[in-house]
T-cell receptor, first 110, second 114 residues
Framework: SQQGEEDPQALSIQEGENATMNCSYKTSINNLQWYRQNSGRGLVHLIL?????REKHSGRLRVTLDTSKKSSSLLITASRAADTASYFCALNTGGFKTIFGAGTRLFVKA | EAQVTQNPRYLITVTGKKLTVTCSQN?????MSWYRQDPGLGLRQIYYSMNVEVTDKGDVPEGYKVSRKEKRNFPLILESPSPNQTSLYFCASSSDGTVKEKLFFGSGTQLSVL
């Protein structure tokens, strides 16, 4: 399968803790993106990291990409209850498709 | 406000009754796509369009049709819906025709086929 595989499938943490989600894939990529989905709503783009980049930051989000290991991680620092959502990695392999993984469900307890 | 608009938000229908889910974007995006989301399977691509009058199959196109007569609209047509098409559907668009940029998503259409 070309899709990314997120790990863990589910994560439960306390407010204020950091949350780390991982995405592994098997094919070459043009870029890798992370999206958030709140309870059956539309996905919202968080960060796009290109294959020649190793790390990107956006507010409390930090994304790393290791193309040699074909893996990426999303770190959410100082999590809040409002961060409770599903998080998806999505791969662009250079064609006309963006391929999504099955997601990580994050629950942040207040 | 820049957005992708899907309608309806919820739809209940019966097997075999043709239906259309509309999708419109106001960002002048070249690329548009339809996904379905099922529990544990993530999002799977149904069809996509790189530009007006240019469409192609995604990973799960069977039972669906699309058209792209105008840049802003990309309707999804189910000619003869079946219960296995019960799912949450999302339309998305991107400024780049080769989708090397981020996707903007609609709010989704929850379809139930009885």
């Amino acid at each position: 399968s070309q899709q990314g595989e997120e790990d863990p499938q589910a994560l439960s943490i306390q407010e204020g803790e950091n949350a780390t989600m991982n995405c592994s894939y098997k094919t070459s990529i043009n870029n890798l993106q992370w999206y958030r989905q709140n309870s059956g709503r539309g996905l919202v783009h968080l960060i796009l990291i290109r294959s020649n980049e190793r790390e990107k930051h956006s507010g409390r989000l930090r994304v790393t990409l290791d193309t040699s290991k074909k893996s990426s991680s999303l770190l959410i620092t100082a999590s809040r209850a409002a961060d409770t959502a599903s998080y998806f990695c999505a791969l662009n392999t250079g064609g006309f498709k963006t391929i999504f993984g099955a997601g990580t469900r994050l629950f942040v307890k207040a | 406000e820049a957005q992708v608009t899907q309608n309806p938000r919820y739809l209940i229908t019966v097997t075999g009754k043709k239906l259309t889910v509309t999708c419109s974007q106001n960002m002048n995006h070249e690329y548009m796509s339809w996904y379905r989301q099922d529990p544990g399977l993530g999002l799977r691509q149904i069809y996509y369009s790189m530009n007006v009058e240019v469409t192609d199959k995604g990973d799960v196109p069977e039972g669906y049709k699309v058209s792209r007569k105008e840049k802003r609209n990309f309707p999804l047509i189910l000619e003869s819906p079946s219960p296995n098409q019960t799912s949450l559907y999302f339309c998305a668009s991107s400024s780049d025709g080769t989708v090397k940029e981020k996707l903007f998503f609609g709010s989704g259409t929850q379809l139930s086929v009885l």
